[in-house]
Each structure stands twice: as structure tokens, then as C-alpha cells.
């Protein structure tokens, strides 16, 4: 029984490790959760561990994957991005917070607290918080929504779905392509996209 749990820890890390908009971990925990009739908090304990564990990794690599795809420059911008985010203390933890919240996908969050270096104590204790929220909400969830499949796969290709991918993706876009030493010194709007070595 205990490797079930170890499939819920899994599936979640994997889930929330990579670099790109992925379906949130409990996408992953709540079919475990149901097709083994696993304890609804355990799942949801073990889960979050696993997410945030990826989470915490995905800040420890992004910046040596940073390093090595964009021009100094870029990753240069994203530092003083991060330290603008930073000087704002408890208010970009609300941020933090708030964001986690949403149904939209945290790694941008992750993207760019990884390439601009910003300690993942700074971004982790809000992000723990939202995310144990989030996902146990949808993880209590659950049973109603494994009454409902049918709906549930619908949802999965809803216009709400698919438009909080693209959303997810248009914020790598604007972390990746807008010039924010510009932005923020100058206040001047500018877009780079040789931002690859």
C-alpha cells in the first residue's frame, strides 16, 4: 500500500519539475487518490511534499539551463527583475500567495524566480500555503468529480483549460521577451528576441 502513496509523491514532483506549463499536480493525485482509495489527506500531504520538492529543484536547475539557452543579457534582466521582486518583503509574499491560489500554472513563478536567483525560501513558504489550499480543495474534489467523468474530460479540453496554458505560456513569453531592465529603469516598453546564445 505504501507504494501508492510513493506513485502520488512521484507523479507530483514529476509533475511540477519541469520547465514548462504542465497540468497541476493534482491532476495526478486525484486519480491516484480514486482508483486506489487512498486517505484523502495523506494524499493531499504527501502530494504537496512532492510538488514542492519539484518546485525547489526546478529553482535549483533553471538557472545552470538559463545559463547555458540565453544570452547573458537576458538572464542579467531576469536578476533584476527577481530584485525588484524582493525589495517589496511581505507584499511579494501576498503576491506569491495570491498567485498560488489561481488556477493558473505556477511555473512562470518558478521560471523566473529560478533565473533570477532569488533563494527559494523567499518564494517556497507563501507558495506551500497556497498550493496545501489549492490542492485540497481539489482533491476533496475528487470523488465528486470521478462521479462525473464525463464532464471532468470535457473540462480537461475546455476553453478554461486550454486558456490557462496559453495564459501560462504568454507569461514565459513576457518573462523571456520583454526587456525589463528598460521597463523598469527607463520605463520605457521594449521587446528583445535575440535572447539565445
Given at each position: 500500500m505504501w507504494w501508492q502513496y510513493l506513485l502520488v509523491f512521484a507523479g507530483?514532483?514529476?509533475?511540477?519539475?519541469?520547465?514548462?506549463?504542465?497540468?497541476?499536480?493534482?491532476?495526478?493525485?486525484?486519480?491516484?487518490?480514486?482508483?486506489?482509495?487512498l486517505n484523502t489527506w495523506l494524499v493531499i500531504i504527501i502530494g504537496v511534499i512532492g510538488s514542492i520538492l519539484g518546485r525547489y529543484v526546478l529553482t535549483l536547475y533553471i538557472p545552470l539551463l538559463a545559463d547555458k539557452i540565453f544570452k547573458p543579457e537576458k538572464n542579467k534582466e531576469v536578476q533584476f527583475l527577481g530584485k525588484k521582486l524582493t525589495e517589496k518583503g511581505w507584499k511579494s509574499q501576498l503576491i506569491i500567495l495570491a498567485y498560488s491560489l489561481l488556477p493558473l500554472p505556477t511555473t512562470p513563478l518558478f521560471l523566473a524566480g529560478g533565473m533570477a536567483r532569488i533563494k527559494?525560501?523567499?518564494?517556497i513558504p507563501a507558495f506551500f500555503i497556497g498550493k496545501f489550499v489549492s490542492d485540497a480543495i481539489a482533491v476533496h474534489l475528487g470523488k465528486f468529480a470521478s462521479e462525473n467523468v464525463t464532464d471532468m474530460l470535457s473540462a480537461a479540453l475546455s476553453w478554461k483549460s486550454i486558456g490557462s496554458l496559453l495564459f501560462g505560456l504568454l507569461l514565459i513569453c513576457a518573462l523571456l521577451f520583454i526587456d525589463w531592465l528598460s521597463l523598469l529603469e527607463k520605463k520605457k516598453f521594449k521587446l528583445n528576441f535575440k535572447i539565445w546564445k
Open positions: 507530483a514532483f514529476l509533475f511540477d519539475v519541469v520547465p514548462f506549463p504542465f497540468p497541476p499536480a493534482f491532476s495526478i493525485m486525484v486519480p491516484l487518490q480514486i482508483m486506489f482509495k527559494p525560501i523567499q518564494i
